[in-house]
């Protein structure tokens, strides 16, 4: 197929943008990378948590920094205010983590109500900031049945919702009540081994991503919304 009209009427050039890489940071950040684990579970032997404290071992042998958000004592949704405390620290926690965990139980073919709280309680905006986009993202569950997807495949929706940097690989634990010993360690098995793999890979996109999230989520939609905006407050007459 060839195009004998090549142009583009509709594009604003003095917003459109060529990606190139020299617009890609030359210099690796030298800090630990920084990791938030969340788990959709409040019972005393839960195994989202058990998941993600394996995530955390892993992910700090691998030379990173973790830090797991407790879900105890989060209000439900619009129940209370942003100042909260339980609310304010996932919040911070939030803004300063590079890349997060999120791992759910399955109930009724579903994410937890705990685990979607957490997550609703993360703005899409915090003033000119938002706390989640570019920020990598790995999605696991738990079952206490046969092997399924639906709760990883309801955190990639919401990963991408969150503009966030969804990795490829994923795990699903099935029948977690047998993978998990009377010390609550994971047994060898390739549940395991799946885990591993998604937090070496976690690492990577991380270690790839984050010195560049900025740029490789810089839109050409909102910067033409943000010049329109900026010559309608320009322009604008005063009173």
């Known amino acids: ?35 938030l684990l969340l788990y959709g579970s409040l019972r005393t032997r839960s195994f989202s ?31 209370e205010d942003e100042q909260h405390p339980k609310v304010k620290e996932l919040r911070e926690l939030v803004i300063w983590s590079e890349g997060q965990v999120w791992c759910s139980p399955e109930r009724h073919g579903a994410m937890t109500g705990i685990m979607k709280a957490q997550i609703d309680w993360i703005p899409l905006s915090l003033g000119a900031v938002r706390p989640t986009q570019g920020k990598t993202l790995a999605v696991m569950q738990v079952e206490g049945g046969s092997q399924s997807f639906n709760v990883v495949n309801q955190l990639r929706v919401l990963g991408r919702w ?33 885990i591993v793999d998604v937090m070496e890979e976690l690492m990577k996109f991380t270690l790839l991503t984050r010195d560049n999230n900025a740029y490789l989520v810089d839109r050409y939609s909102e910067r033409v919304e943000s010049a329109e905006q900026l010559t309608a407050r320009v322009n604008q007459r005063s009173i």
């Open 1 to 35: 197929m060839s195009l004998d009209d090549m142009s583009l009427p509709n594009l604003d050039p003095s917003q459109f943008q060529v990606p190139d890489t020299n617009h890609f940071s030359r210099q690796f950040s030298d800090h630990k990378p920084r990791f």
């Open 162 to 194: 969150m503009r966030m940097i969804t990795i490829p690989n994923q795990s699903s634990v099935a029948k977690a009540f047998l993978e998990f010993d009377d010390q609550d360690r994971m047994k060898p098995s390739s549940y395991y081994n799946r």
């Open 49 to 79: 948590r058990l998941v993600v404290e394996e995530c955390a071992r892993l992910l700090s042998q691998m030379g990173g920094e973790v830090r797991i958000f407790d879900p105890q004592e989060l209000p439900l949704p619009d129940t």
